[in-house]
């Protein structure tokens, strides 16, 4: 006869006749097990856990390292960085952390020192309020090259008379620098808007530069194509569209780059070019402001006076120029037609 005292119900339900005490030791035991195997999976899923965070930051580690520095600035406005003034939260964690943590533009800054030359670190003096020049915009240009930038840096205009002088820094898609090309804007003539555009006109990438007046100055646009390192003016034009006459005269009062050393035949052959960016460099040069009609003992020449003269007079040159002032694309033809007024010049 069994004890109904004797008979206990275990936490599973079911009836035992064990001792209380080997009971209690069979539940220590099971509970024991259970605690045990809660704590291997809790380990288990903490070491799986860390390993992903680990891989991730690895992962976030290399692709930081490999990255290009220019990456995070490209297609943005460089001059609006930062809000003006720094949040006074963000100067309070400056004091704890580099500056270029917590500011674009710090960051921005310590990317230029360390990838441009010295000698341009020199002249641009970044962050020097007056006499100091800013970067404006970050471009990613694709050719069959590979990828590339352009930074365009700009020193407003500080003293009359006097011009906006642009930069054009090239880089390679690893941040190396391969050039640098700047010229000026106009006599009293400043900077106002810069873009990277295509243009149907000339079926390419070209840039476009928006200006202002500074006592006396331009009012309009500059229309550019680069070459490899080389910029190229196609057109200038007043805020209306009507087309301006190019100086070739004293550097900081001319408009864009001077063109590369040309013979009269060079300049020719780029005229008869079927490449519409050639064309429109050539029309510009040809018909620009070279001191020809004006010229006498007190007024010193161009050095491009006498070159510009022998070209008009090419009897190849006056037929292609007379063939594009009936063409179709509407800035060939009014390049074409600005000249013609000046061949006899």
Known sequence: MVDAASLRVDPGGVRSHLPGSAREARLNRSSGATMGTQCSFLRSRKLRLLAVCLLLAAAGGGWWLTRCPLDEFVDRDLRMLDPDPLPDWKKQLAKWIPLEVVSGQARLNKVLERILPEEFIQEHRFGLAFFGAQPWHLWRCKSDAGASFILLVCRPVRMIPGSAKV??????????????????????TDLESASYRYEPLVATLILELQTQATLHGYDGRQFYVLRDQRVALMRWENREGKLWRTRYDEKWASVGCLPPNRSANEWEDLLMSDNACDILEALTWIGGDHRTSNWNQKTKKYDSTELAV??????????????LAKSENVWHKEAAILAQEHLND
């Open 310 to 323: 022998s070209v008009r007079a090419l009897t190849r040159v006056q037929n292609r120029i007379a063939a």
């Open 167 to 188: 930069y054009l820094h090239f880089f390679d898609s690893n941040a190396r620098h391969l050039g640098c090309t700047d010229f000026h804007v106009g006599g009293r």
